[in-house]
């Protein structure tokens, strides 16, 4: 312990002594014990890292091996600082620096006997292998309400009850921090890897930063304990600022932006830059003006796919959101039902309707009916599901012999899957309002009805195996207008291609030819 | 921090300067710019927190979200301490206290628009849920050869290839360290929970500590981006310590000290003190002065079962292991497959053959043989199983009526299942010498012959469901010598009856009479 304290808090006679000390040194010796106390202070700070680190970096407690005890609150925040600051204080102190430590090295638990004879056996845990929460988005389900959007591991859901708790903090320091109720919703039918997806909403009992003064949300993810009952640690982290003035509460009331909204799943692999042409195009059509498409890139927007993207963005028609990040955290799929969650929370109040369906997925409504006529007579239904037509990615039309190349896919790709007694995938629409969590076929957490039965209103055709593949997708060219193909039978439909010129005069109406030579 | 110091640094003009501005302060001022200064300093060191921290406790840095770069071996552990007094340095030059930071705040990565108008999200991990690895024990298998036995994440086992490696660092510091090659064995049958049972085996190119000059044994756990793939970190821990003199290494080519040694699995719940007082008597008796009992006590060990222990504890039979630390970590049963392989791998050398079974089974060898006379003819065989006999937990006889609770389990419970065509459990005994990590019915990993044809030689009565029950297992008193119970077809078999008095007269001639009055 050091001198210079005792110096200052005995003053008088050692003082003076310290100084004569002082007044007679080198300044070598200045120097060399300078280093020497630099050296000691990293050296005894060190030691007291572990107990240092449980004020700040939450992240960080789990894994220290020796913790025994829990801090699950914040009210501990500002004692443990203070503590903190008494337990740095030593290290500033000596005066005359002691011998050198030995290096820091980790203490092991040795096993040892004791006094009845029992060999009380020590096990000593080391470092992480999956983080207890990672969060990708939070957004404002209301006045008094948050969504907080992320992944977390596997295995602590299923063999513990990990729980979670808001925190809201007002910028302005004279309010109180209040705490929220929350429930997590883990939306992804335990498909999870190291990973799985979880969707916590946070309701608090008033409404939040009413003022519009500012603040900060933070979560607490406890583990219960799951990796190690002894640690029943909570981290608690910011998920969500909002500065002084930035949140417009007519939001939540207010007619929303877009009619028709689209979240893409999770891009991935090397996309076929000619088809997502065709989709956007098509799609951009079928839904006017009114609408808008967000495209999660995992991986699959490589610059040819960007390129045809581009237009369509530049119109402010496409969101592209660069998620290509979330593939360091193994989960489902490229994490895509945390992306489509994502996507729900974060555009739920600026689509009256929010789709949810595939790239290699056109949905289509028979004439007579616009996608508005349809949707108004279904909106009565928070969600409603869509039927799938299974189109063949192969068989083509003889007639289009030598120029098949050059057509859309929607276009030569004309033959139906008529087999009998599947149950094929179906995809949806909802209001996101209602909705609190949602998944890649549909929502098993909103509020209002959900209907099935729109036959006859609105389908989907489904180009499977096409948007993944860069070559030629006609590999047999037929005449017949029904044809049994690899034990399944196919009929003639020419829905698509009917509606294949109308697709591209608007392409050329919209973004002009630019896209003209675009490869498979 | 101290003014004085700043003092010593400085020197020449600085030092009369701040001297002057020290003379003319009040002492409150002083005072108030030490609490400032080292509540500053305490915020700045936060700030470099994360970095420094890879130089000395490997098992946080996985958890620190922000770290980028991967640290795998040790030779940058010299240059990192050097920077990190680099880094640290800062912290006691000022002199002048800058203006007070903020709180300290772990960053979070924000998403950002690029200028292509991409959304650019960021994933934010916090906290861990479950360690990297936790060891239990590291034992040598020979001259060159370690086995390391512990715990790890199972969906980092699943869905990541993590990989390991030995270090061993010589006391004397004029040696160099040495690397070793490492398998791993995972030997639990995909049985894991949150975590998975790993037997690391450690093998040298050269003898290890051949001078018995002592050394540590260092584990190098690499999770191969199994939580994050961005952070491939290497989690490098002491395994084992030699202290100089202390390895026997005769062990390795000696007669071992036991023929007979029992590696009992996890014992957990409310045993029942009469059937192990039983069962330890009888397998004390059937297996010699030359055995010894490893019992693990994963919470079943209360106190009227280490009575009935306690005896042949002083006697020197039985050890045991307390490892109710191991119920931390969440693995299959108890963590029963690290338990036994700890058990091998500890008594490897201890023991011409090690027997895997339950206090619930009973070994039994038939009349004109001794345990000596099969085990010596099965000594061929690395590896063999013994085949269950297994009783009714509930049918006793008749005869007994009005004493029956003062009998022993093997005594009263006389009904054989006799029912065909079921696939039963065997256990099984080992030459630990050529096993490389064991299992609850075999072990898959060992050098030289197995056989199951031991029937005839050696089999094992198997009691059911009595082990954990307190109250008086006889509910059915009969005198038939052949009965369907529950559609089940069982036989009178009083081979175990016969000998319990010669049991009983056996452990009266060891230790007394004192666990005469022991409870069901």
Redesign the interface.
Known sequence: M?K??E??RGGGDQKKL?MGV?VNCA?EL?LL??AL???C??AT??QF??SR?T???????????RISTTATGDAATATA?AA??NQ??PL??P?VPPPLPD????S?EEEKV?D??????????????????????TYRGGLATFAVIG??????H???KPTYQCEWVPSNSSASPIMSGAYKILPDWGYG??YTVVVVNCTFSQPINADNSGGTLFLH?S?S??????VD?T?R??VLGESPGSVDFNLFTSKPKYDYLYCGSSLYGNLSPARVREWIAYHVRLFGERSHFVIH?AGGVHPEV?EVL?PW??LGYV?????R??????GYYHNQFMVVNDCLHRYKFMAKWILFFDVDEYIYVPPKNTIKSVMDSLSDYNQFTIAQMPMSSKLCLSADYGRYYRKWGIEKLVYRDTKKGIRRDRKYAIQPRGVFATGVHMSQNLVGKTTHKTEGKIKYFHYHGTIAQRREPCRNLLNVSRIDFEKTPYVLDTTMRDIAWAVKKFEFKMIGDRLQHTKQ
Chains 1, 2 share one sequence.
Do not use: W
């Open positions: 050091s210079e304290k110096t200052e310290l002082l300044t200045k014990l300078t106390l630099i050296l202070s990293v700070l060190l890292l572990p680190f004020i700040s970096t939450s992240d960080l407690r789990f894994c220290i091996s600082i903190s600051i740095v204080a500033i102190s005066a290096p820091p090295r980790p092991i004791l009845n004879g029992i060999v009380k056996r020590a096990f000593n845990p080391h470092g992480a292998a999956a983080y207890n929460f990672i969060s990708m988005g992944l977390s591991s596997k295995p602590l299923v063999y513990a890897r190291v993810a583990t304990g799951g990796g190690d009952t002894n640690i981290d982290f910011e890139d960007m581009k963005m530049d969101t592209l959101q660069d998620i990040e979330q593939e360091r955290f193994d």
